[in-house]
């Protein structure tokens, strides 16, 4: 694979190459710090390094920068995963090695649902884990957990998801024929819920009268779907795919439809983790956005695809999983669509994503009272971080952590979201 | 001898009618009109001529037990291990909770049924309790414990407590009283009563009760692995149900049943072993 033939910081063409250079900047920052400039060129640079040798460890100091920030706290980690599409990074890293490349021995855990991940990080069975991201958001405010502050270094993926009917709803497109349809989405902090709630309010339908929303883990939702125990569902890939591939299903809006460049799943960990350990978390952020960058490649899709399809990972048929990732797919009505970006990566935590989500709870009642949206959203999005190790993968990370969007053709900016809360006329808060 | 030669033949017998009347069943239907060769190969067999994916045929379900069968202990990391390391690790939660509640409940159950004070004050709690499903202490014990292998264990202890606990109480409230009374006109000590007098007369009762919570223990394991995930055979479960593959779901199924079986026959054993006749 020519991943490991290329460097850690993806910069240079071979791992040897990226040590040489890396050795030599050192050699410079040492000279700088302990000769003089003049002389420096008097004695040249190798008779200077010689001297300066003499009675400085260069040898320790190259060592410790090729390390990294400095020695990993710890270097045994367990991050756990729910098995779609979304945690694509999170994933590869394994098997496609950037854990390992960056000094780890991660274990990446399958895990049943979304309510066992939290309780699992929570309890610090998992160091890190992949959530949604507004389930940190949600976790530090402490809705529907024991409030511990939490961040959100990385986003995994953008869009990725769609809203999935089943088959026999084939001619009922229109989505103000829904009534009375029951939905499951994967949680209730989730993005896939305030897309629905969204796309259907602005249909005109009460999400919490006109239709029914439940929260099912992704594993089951084809086998609900199935059982015709609910009608649809807006739920991560590969689960969307999955229903086509089994015939129970068809793809009735990817959700880049709804919002072209959603932000979706995270990497989250708590700030316990991220204060007390922080160069094997900047190690780990470091391999997460480094395998994004590598997914966010069109042409490597085909080779992921092939790495997390296994038992041991989704679990699923390669060409499901392959159908997602290059975006050429089956939709379950007998065409075949091309949508290249119907998945994305970029792991920069937009701080208007957080303000956008926080809305949301609070537009449908999750939140109660005041809400410091910049505040929170600074605290948790952790986008410094992300800023730094994005440029040293060979990104290029924004310069401003805000920016404004659209949702469905309505303008959303992030300096006024109590104003963009009080715009909507189906709403709880 | 005849009887059981003839009670083994009807048995074959049931199985060829079941497996005979599923192959009928899941025979594949005849083709419909089939989409168009690129959209064929991107859905599974049956969706591409308009149909939901089939139930699996005995042939397939053949197929998947020969695979698991022949390599049942391997390892490709940390979400992949055969079936019977799965089925190992599921056995020794339910042995590993099942133990403790031994150690809590035969102790508890003979105070209960010694004092008739202590059985009366204990009662609405053991009634309460009792009836509570496993799993729904589930979310409590990974909230409070911190760990979801504890937890799980957990679970197991606190359903199979129940059975043997009322089992011993009883036993030990209905040992004959000529038995105790010939105990105390011996000046035996109270200790030596327990143990030689009570212990091996409600041996049999509390055996009973053993063999119930085992099987208790093995029917909730399996939802609490699906629950938690992570390892044993109700994950495994779990991480085929996630991949619709009922071949392999049907698999786990039938090493379930065939390892609960094989424990309910090990305490059938135990309680013979002790057994006695008046």
């Not at chain 1, 024991?146 to 088959?167: C, H, R």
């Not at chain 1, 992300?386 to 060979?394: D, P, Y």
């Amino acid at each position: 694979m020519r991943l490991f033939s290329s460097c850690s910081c993806g910069n240079h063409a071979s791992q040897a190459e990226h040590q040489k250079n890396e050795e030599r900047l050192v050699e410079d920052a040492v000279l700088r710090a302990v000769v003089r400039r003049d002389l420096l060129s008097l004695l040249g640079r190798s008779a200077a390094l010689a001297a300066v040798a003499a009675f400085f460890p260069l040898g320790a100091a190259k060592e410790a920068f090729a390390q990294g920030a400095g020695k990993l706290e710890k270097q045994k980690l367990k991050v756990g995963f729910i098995p779609i599409t979304c945690a694509t990074p999170i994933i590869m890293a394994h098997p496609m090695g950037f854990y390992a490349k960056h000094g780890l021995d991660v274990e990446v855990v399958k895990t049943a649902g979304w309510a066992v991940i939290r309780d699992k990080t929570l309890n610090k069975e998992y160091d890190a884990a992949h959530m949604l991201s507004p389930m940190p958001l949600a976790i530090t405010l402490g809705s529907g957990a024991t409030p511990v502050p939490y961040t959100m270094p990385a986003v995994e993926n953008i869009n990725g998801q769609a809203i999935t009917l089943a088959i026999r709803h084939k001619e009922r497109r229109d989505p103000k024929t829904w009534k009375g349809f029951k939905f499951a989405v994967p949680f209730d902090y989730s993005m896939h819920n305030y897309l629905l709630r969204y796309y259907v309010a602005e249909h005109g339908l009460d999400p919490d009268r006109d239709i029914q929303i439940r929260a099912v883990p992704p594993a089951e939702m084809v086998a609900n779907l199935r059982a015709d125990n609910i009608d649809g569902f807006l739920a991560p890939d590969p689960v969307n795919q999955r229903a086509v591939y089994d015939g129970v299903g068809f793809i009735h809006v990817l959700s880049k439809e709804i919002w072209d460049g959603h932000p979706c799943c995270a990497f989250a960990a708590s700030k316990e983790f991220v204060t007390t350990m922080p160069n094997t978390y900047h190690a780990l952020l470091k391999s997460i956005i480094a395998a994004a960058a590598y997914a966010r490649r069109f042409e490597n899709r085909k080779e992921i695809a092939a790495a997390i399809a296994p038992a041991n990972y989704l679990n699923q048929p390669v060409t499901v999983v392959e159908q997602v990732l290059t975006g050429t797919f089956a939709d379950g009505l007998g065409n075949v669509r091309k949508v290249p970006d119907r998945i994305d990566f970029d792991p920069f935590p937009w701080h208007s994503f957080a303000v956008w989500i926080l809305t949301q709870m609070k537009r449908w009642g999750q939140l109660k009272g005041e809400v410091d949206y910049q505040k929170v959203a600074r605290e948790v999005f952790l986008a410094t971080d992300a800023t730094r190790l994005m440029a040293e993968v060979g990104l290029t990370p924004p310069k401003s952590t805000s920016k404004s969007f659209s949702v469905m053709g309505r303008a959303f900016d992030p300096m006024k979201p109590k104003e963009y809360v009080d715009s909507f006329a189906i709403k709880r808060a | 001898m005849r009887l059981r030669l003839l009670a083994g033949v009807l048995s074959l017998l049931f199985l060829a009618v079941l497996v005979g009347a599923w192959h009928l069943a899941t025979l594949p239907k005849g083709a419909a009109a089939a989409a168009d060769s690129e959209y064929a190969k991107l859905v599974g067999a049956q969706a591409a001529v308009g149909a939901k994916s089939a139930f699996p045929t005995p042939a397939d379900l053949g197929r998947k037990l020969a695979e698991h069968v022949s390599d049942p202990f391997y390892d490709r990391g940390p979400n992949d291990k055969g079936i019977g390391v799965q089925l190992g690790y599921s056995v020794a939660r339910v042995l590993l909770g099942f133990l403790l509640a031994a150690l809590v409940a035969v102790p508890c159950g003979f105070l209960i049924g010694m004092s008739p004070l202590v059985y009366r004050a204990l009662d609405p709690f053991i009634q309460v309790l009792k009836p509570i499903s496993p799993l729904a202490w589930m979310p409590l014990a990974l909230f409070t414990l911190k760990d979801s292998n504890v937890s799980a264990i957990f679970v197991i202890f606190i359903c199979s407590i129940w059975p043997m606990l009322i089992n011993t109480a009883f036993g030990v409230a209905a040992v004959r009283r000529e038995w105790l009374n010939v105990a105390s006109t011996l000046e035996v000590s109270p200790l030596r009563k327990a143990l030689v007098v009570i212990l091996p007369a409600a041996a049999p009762t509390i055996m009973t009760g053993m063999r119930i919570s085992i099987g208790i223990a093995w029917l909730v394991i399996v939802a609490a692995e699906m629950l938690v995930g992570g390892t044993g055979i109700g994950y495994f479960v779990w991480n085929e149900w996630n991949n619709l593959s009922i071949a392999n779901i049907l698999s786990g199924i039938l090493a379930i049943g065939l390892v609960g079986m094989l424990l309910d026959f090990l305490f059938s054993r135990l309680q013979r072993a002790v057994t006695y006749t008046e």
